[in-house]
């Protein structure tokens, strides 16, 4: 399992090069390995430092530009050290295996001043002891070696080589370049033998994100898709049960009903480590997205996304289609419900909650506080819509990049709206309105009336809700904003579609604000607005302006007001409110009688139409008989409707969208 690798593991390092530096006392070889490296046989004359050398990337094993630079304390000042160890990826500190005092000074001189150079910003070291040639004659002490290695935890490996021998060159140069691409330290305690607590972590992570099943286990299935996404290549035949085999025999607990757990996944990888595999475990890390201090790479959560002015983002129907699996994959009960602590372990992969209360509380919950599918997807909607960057970031922790490979299939920017008003028609399908009024008006009660919500259910506190609508047949969401006061600004950060202004027609001097704020404000915009009359079922006064409101808004050019009442809720206001964001640049006649006495009438009778043919439909009636009475029933309603206008409506009242409807200018936008 996981053997072999026949892509490199170092994608996320493309572009990006190894520089080598070789530090150490005079006379210890360092320029000799060097010469000996790029000509393959021992120089008979050294340099006093060795010019710097590239090697490219096609003739090293990790397919990554390599440098290698040569220091000299004769020819060569200390400022140059110091830029010289800033400039490195790695290095090796060369001693010579017969002479002690080589070694003495890469512990007292060497190793201080490199940690002081790079600060909290370690760099890897390769203790390189050459002259191996001489062992014969010189007894190495190893403890030595170890306590150096346990003192000075940036000190990856120890290589023993020889120049003149030709032994162990290139591997001293393979280790250096291993140290930067598959560091031990961040993986690996030497001395508990066990994986570091950010390596678990993020392993952890990795096992939960491809525990498909959310039984706790992976089963070969997962297992298989894990090797197949992380090293693209199929498990081979038996290698599976194999590893199973070694877990078994050194973990209790680490399989299961012939599956692996946590406790086999990790052990399994700190085995690798133990064996000297770090690029096995640094492969799946950083297939799924972490960097040499076991970070998600910033590329990996956030990949660049440009949203113009004007536009804004929204769920792709891949990304829709990965949360709904996700959502039925934590439904444990599979009641096609969420319960707090179900969602709670959905984001278990994330570093904290990504939701806040105006996300967690814009969608209706049922009367446990439970989140039905629709609920949460809409969440998910009004999420991606305040803050995109902050739900790419979220997707990529839950994992939606182990199933597709770019975080940015996720969303899809819209087109710039003012686009969308010059060829007057838009493929939204997430629009916003702006609720305006006075405190005290009911905008709250307003904005949870889209939530199904009425007087006595209203929660405090709600200041954004969303819900699905069905325009002309076309699934959309509506995201209702309460804004504070007329003087609001925050309309600048979140453009609006629509425009809601609210008075309270018990109140004589409510509507003045709201006429006046039109005037001021939102006359000669572009954003279509509508008045409505809040707390239509108390006694209605004169209101104290110069003209009434149904009055302003003919004047204006303004749909008709609209009732709202939070002790009877109708869930048409909000669908006028779609379909007012959704067709802008229409004017949808709705100050016309026909279109009125269609929407009132004809409409809820061709809905009891329907109604009767499913009747009709379940009584075993024969095709033909459900025709005529189809045909019938219809003819009979366009019938009264002739004879009613006389020929007057106006063809395509009811689908503004359709190119022949009479379109007139709409004043009312901001």
């Keep these: 399992m996981f053997m072999q690798s026949p892509i490199s593991p170092m994608d996320s390092f493309k572009n990006k090069e190894v520089r080598i530096l070789l530090v150490g006392e005079d006379g210890v070889g ?46 060569q000042d200390e400022q140059e050290l110091v830029e010289e160890i800033n400039k ?64 000075f935890s940036e000190v990856e490996t120890c290589v023993e080589c020889s120049a ?37 972590g993020a392993l952890t992570r990795i096992f939960k994100i491809c525990d498909q099943d959310n039984d706790g286990v992976l089963n070969d299935v997962e297992l298989n898709f894990f090797q197949q996404r992380c090293f693209n ?45 770090h690029e096995t475990t640094w492969t799946v890390l950083r297939r799924f997205g972490y960097d040499n201090e076991l970070k998600l790479n910033r590329d990996y959560l956030r990949p660049k996304l440009e949203v ?71 969440q998910w909607v009004l999420f991606t819509y305040m803050d995109p960057f902050k739900s ?34 838009t493929l939204r399908t997430v629009f916003l309105a702006q609720v305006y009024g006075r405190k005290g008006v009911g905008k709250s009660a307003f904005l949870q009336g889209l939530i199904n919500r009425n007087l006595e259910t209203i929660s405090p506190g709600i200041h954004w809700t969303i819900s699905s609508l069905t325009l002309y047949g076309q699934h959309k969401h509506l995201i209702l904003k309460e804004m504070d006061s007329f003087t ?51 006694k209605a006064v004169t209101q104290d302006f110069i003209v009434n409101p149904q009055q302003f808004c003919r004047e204006n050019k303004l749909p008709s007001i609209e009732k709202f009442s939070a002790k009877k ?34 409409w809820p009778q061709s809905q009891e139409v329907i109604r009767y043919l499913k009747g009709v439909a379940t009584n075993g009636q024969s095709t033909w008989m459900k025709l005529a009475v189809a045909v019938a029933l219809f003819g009979t309603i366009g019938f009264v409707v002739c004879k009613k206008f006389g020929g007057k409506l106006p063809i395509g009242a009811y689908q503004p969208a359709i190119q022949h409807v009479p379109i007139k200018p709409f004043l009312g936008r901001v």
Excluded at 48 to 58: D, L
Excluded at 91 to 111: G, H, K, P, Q
Excluded at 176 to 192: I, R, S
């Design 488 to 538: 609001d600004q925050s309309s600048q950060q979140y453009p609006p579609d629509a425009i809601v202004l609210l008075y309270d027609v018990s109140d004589p001097t409510s509507f003045q604000e709201v006429a006046n704020f039109y005037m001021n404000h939102l006359k000669f915009g572009q954003v279509p607005c509508q008045i409505v009359a809040a707390r239509c079922d108390s």
């Design 164 to 200: 003149r021998n030709l032994k162990n060159i290139s591997e001293v140069f393979y280790y250096a370049q291993k140290a930067v691409l598959h560091p031990t330290q961040p993986l690996y305690v030497p001395e508990e033998k066990d994986l570091t607590a950010a390596c678990k």
């Design 233 to 277: 290549v199929p498990l081979q035949s038996g290698a599976l049960e194999d590893v199973k085999n070694i877990i078994r025999r050194n973990v209790a607990d680490g399989v299961q009903h012939d599956s692996m757990t946590l406790a086999g996944f990790l052990y399994l990888h700190c085995l690798f480590i133990q064996k000297g595999r």
């Design 88 to 151: 490195a990826s790695v290095i090796c500190a060369v001693y010579a295996v017969d002479d002690d005092t080589s070694l003495e000074r890469i512990r007292v001189f060497w190793l201080p001043l490199i940690r002081r150079i790079c600060g909290e910003n370690k760099k890897p070291v390769v203790l390189v002891g050459n002259k191996s040639d001489t062992l014969d004659s010189v007894v190495i002490d190893q403890q030595h070696i170890l306590d150096i290695m346990n003192d």
């Design 392 to 425: 790419l970031e979220t997707l990529a922790y839950i994992g939606f990049t182990y199933f597709r490979d770019r975080l940015a299939d996720a969303v899809t920017v819209t087109r710039v709206k003012s686009i969308d008003l010059e060829k007057r028609q």
């Design 30 to 75: 360092k320029t000799s390995l060097i010469m000996t490296l790029v000509s393959e046989e021992f120089p008979m004359e050294v340099p006093g430092k060795a010019e710097e050398i590239t090697i490219p990337p096609e003739v090293t094993p990790e397919k990554v530009p390599t440098h290698i630079v040569d220091f000299s304390t004769q020819e």
């Design 569 to 602: 809720l109708s869930k048409n206001i909000y669908t006028k409110m779609g379909i007012l964001a959704n067709y802008p640049f229409c004017d949808f006649l709705s100050h016309y009688p026909a279109f009125r006495w269609i929407e009132n009438v004809i």
């Design 308 to 378: 113009p002015r004007g536009s804004t983002v929204e769920l792709t129907h891949i990304s829709l289609d990965f949360l709904t699996q996700q959502f039925i994959r934590f439904d444990r009960d599979h009641d096609m419900h969420l319960l707090p602590s179900e969602l709670e372990e959905f984001f278990s992969a994330c570093p904290a909650m990504p939701w806040n209360s105006d996300v967690l509380e814009a969608a209706p919950t049922d009367s446990r506080g439970w989140y039905s599918l629709q609920t949460f997807l809409a």
